[in-house]
């Protein structure tokens, strides 16, 4: 364990006014600066009730002074905490001592930072801690302590046990030239490489899904004007109670929703209307409408359900991962039943978002797809930077691959090997540049 010399201290707590407020200390001198408040040396992890003064010996607050050594503590460093009464003031007053007896404001995420060098968790972990802090509903907060408690992480690592292995059978076999290619083309190195791909592409789409556990599903509403869009956006956020957010998005053209699904978050994108040949202001907001159609999970394309296939070239070409829901709106002027059905142009539900039929189908097909059809709700959290990192790796595999079955190239299959390794490394921090470690932590508020 490393004990930092440089001793942090931060409130922990939520700024602002709370019934109790918490100031978090640690590194070196954290024990020594204990000890000074308290008058006595703290007894480990017991709540020592006492008055906290400042240099002149005037009360600051009473509250509960809690020391954690060395090696059980979250950071892995000597750490203090003072729990007072909620008051910024307070809290300022008992940091300015705190500073003033041997510590440092800490930057955000420090205290994380310091757990994860000293080997109190991995990196993913660590982020997992951030997504667990500002998740959003319970599915996300769920998911992100699957996260911390190591379900990713555990994967990853065990992946990565498997490349190594992989990696140590080829290099084994470089080393004995004249057998070299009859030893590359074994059935056992094969299958050994396909198990390993396998994985590989089981853990992408479960991270995938991960990533839309915690920052929910992004659904996009595109289709021609009229089709009825804004109706429908206002008809699944009004419909459910738990609105978080409401907020006018980056142009006038986009609105963005940000709703609950029993506990399911979904950020609903309403686009300005796509078509042909528009004034100058349509026509950006048509670009923006066609670049949040690229980059969401689902796609619903809305449309009046009698002019539904003509309008089906506005979804453009197929996004790889994404979802398309063709949604037959106004199913209350023909008196048509609301109904989902599959056929060849894909998953079609009929609605009408004027009366609300069929919008219980809609939800429902909403939630199965953040759930990312498994009901279980039992996956981790993840991020989009994991999903970068495994797709990094997917594509040193394929090379691996190519190099062993197609040009015999043992040399060349286990240098694609160490960086597949290497990007692996990156989602544990195993292999991390200061840049990754900064750009991370830096997100993470001040106190965590
Ligand atoms: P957008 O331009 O695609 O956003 O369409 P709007 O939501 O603004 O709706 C356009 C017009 O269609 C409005 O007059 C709505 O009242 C009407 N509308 C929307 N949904 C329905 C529906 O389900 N049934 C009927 N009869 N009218 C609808
Ligand atoms: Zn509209």
Do not use: W
């Amino acid at each position: 364990m490393i004990q930092n010399a440089e001793t942090i201290a931060a409130v922990a707590t939520a700024p602002g006014a709370g019934g109790v407020g918490m100031l978090r200390v640690s590194g070196e001198n954290a024990g020594r600066i204990a000890q000074t408040l308290l008058g006595k040396p703290p007894r480990p992890r017991h709540a020592h009730y006492c008055a906290f003064r400042d240099a002149a010996g005037e009360l600051i607050d009473r509250g509960i002074l809690l020391h954690f050594p060395l090696a059980n503590s979250f950071t892995g460093e000597d750490v203090v905490e003072l729990h007072t009464h909620g008051s910024p003031v307070v809290l300022n007053l008992l940091l300015q001592r705190v500073c003033a007896l041997g510590a440092r404001p800490a930057r955000p995420g420090e205290f994380s930072e310091r757990a994860f060098l000293n080997g109190k968790l991995d990196l993913a972990q660590a982020e997992a801690i951030a997504d667990l802090i500002a998740s959003q509903s319970e599915t996300a907060a769920r998911a992100a302590l699957r996260s911390l408690d190591g379900a990713f992480s555990t994967r990853v690592r065990c992946l990565l046990a498997n490349l190594v292995d992989l990696r140590v059978y080829i290099e084994a076999a470089i080393d004995f030239p004249e057998e070299e290619i009859d030893f590359l083309a074994t059935p056992e190195l094969r299958a050994r490489l396909a198990a390993v791909s396998e994985e590989l592409s089981r853990l992408l789409v479960e991270t995938r899904r991960g990533v839309r556990l915690s920052d929910g599903l992004h659904v996009v509403i595109v289709g021609r004007p009229n089709a009825g869009k804004s109706s429908l956006l206002n008809a699944l956020a009004a419909q459910d109670r738990a609105i978080v957010t409401s907020q006018a998005g980056t142009t006038r053209d986009l609105l963005r929703e940000n709703i609950q699904l029993d506990g399911v978050l979904l950020t609903l994108v309403d686009t300005a209307g796509l078509r042909e040949s528009a004034d100058l202001i349509e026509r950006e907001g048509m670009r923006r409408a066609r670049q949040e159609l690229e980059r969401a999970d689902v796609a619903l394309l809305v449309s009046d359900e009698a002019h539904l296939a003509e309008d089906l070239h506005l979804l453009g070409p197929a996004q790889s991962g994404q979802t398309r829901l063709l949604i037959g709106n106004k199913i209350d002027l023909s008196d048509a039943p609301p109904q989902r059905r599959q056929d060849s142009a894909g998953i079609r539900i009929d609605i009408s978002a004027r009366t609300g039929a069929g919008l219980d189908l809609l939800r429902r097909e909403l939630k199965s797809l953040a759930a990312g059809g498994d009901s279980s709700g039992g996956g981790f959290s993840a991020r989009t930077r994991h999903v970068l990192a495994l797709e990094k790796v997917a594509a040193h595999l394929a090379a691996t691959e190519f190099a062993l079955l197609q040009q015999q190239a043992g040399e060349l299959a286990a240098e694609e090997l160490r960086h597949a390794q290497r990007d692996l490394g990156e989602l544990t921090g195993e292999f991390s540049s200061d840049d990754l470690l900064g750009a991370i932590f830096s997100s993470f508020c001040i106190g965590k």
